[in-house]
């Protein structure tokens, strides 16, 4: 016995320093990826206690200001500090792309699941319904939605939730109709285990690497969407404000300052960019356990 445990944790140990050792040499952008973020994310949470300035407050004796040791990345149009709103901007910005991407992805992974399991008509349905709003832009879909409802952050979190469970719903679909073919489904299914305790037991937890995989790259393209959509009025609302609306407001003062326009594309630009670094890297170490025979089932 003592000998099997010290074999068996030798086994585990043995595939994790692979892992490691393989993460440390190869996968730089998922390094270089999570260490950006982790910046990003940091400076966002403790902005309340670090931000210099109230992003509201404004001073026009000093507006369109350069940089000084008092603003250290100038004032708009108003006199505004744009480093205060820059950080208090990104709260906005990154909060709305994470929840909405959460919500998207749970409802989509769920979906995807039911419908592989189910078969039939539920999933003739839900596969031409994904097919019907992935052919449509997420923006024209937002937009029809904010239109019918009006703009706020219930209606921007469910417009861009409405959009964005397609592509976790077609890879769940796809992922789940492989392992419902694995050898330990047919078993669970022999032992007379349920749909629902086979999809939450054994299908998702086997998926969940791929999936988690595609939800940092999805996260880019959902930040680019809330800002663009705060860039046509129709995000955030004064007097609140995020990355989208910054560019709006900076955008008759370009050839002035230029920097008005550059930082709040930058943040943009620098985020999406790290978490897309994340999800390549992520998929790339994944792709590369499963032909190193290092990834298994979760049973």
Known sequence: MALSSHVSSGFVSGRLG??????????????????????????LVLTPWIAPYDPADQ??????AGFSA???????????????RLMYGGRFSVTIAAVTLLLGAVIGTLLGAVSAR???LLDEFLMRTVDLLIAIPDVV????????????????????????????????????LEINAKGYIEAAEALGCSKSFIIFRHVIPNALR?????????????LITVGGLSYLSLGVQ??????GAMLLDAQPY????????????????????????????????????KTAGTEGPTR
């Open 18 to 43: 692979r892992g490691l050792r393989f993460a440390r040499r190869r996968h730089w952008t998922l390094r270089v990826g999570a260490a950006t973020f982790a910046v990003i994310v940091t400076v």
């Open 59 to 64: 001073d026009l004796s000093r507006r369109l």
């Open 70 to 84: 008092e603003h250290w990345l100038g004032t708009d149009q108003l006199g505004r500090d744009v480093l205060s």
């Open 118 to 120: 189910r078969g039939g």
């Open 141 to 176: 879909v937002a937009l029809l939605l904010i239109a019918v409802f009006g703009t706020g952050y219930g209606t921007l979190i469910a417009a861009l939730t409405a959009v964005g469970w397609t592509p976790f719903a077609r890879l769940m679909r796809g992922l789940a």
């Open 210 to 222: 791929p999936m988690l995989a595609l939800g940092f790259l999805r996260f880019g393209h959902k």
């Open 238 to 243: 004064p007097p609140d404000s995020d990355w």
């Open 254 to 289: 370009m050839a002035r300052m230029p920097m008005l326009v550059i930082l709040p594309g930058a943040a943009i630009f620098l985020t999406a960019l790290s978490v897309t670094l994340i999800g390549q890297g992520a998929e790339i170490f994944r792709t590369q356990q």
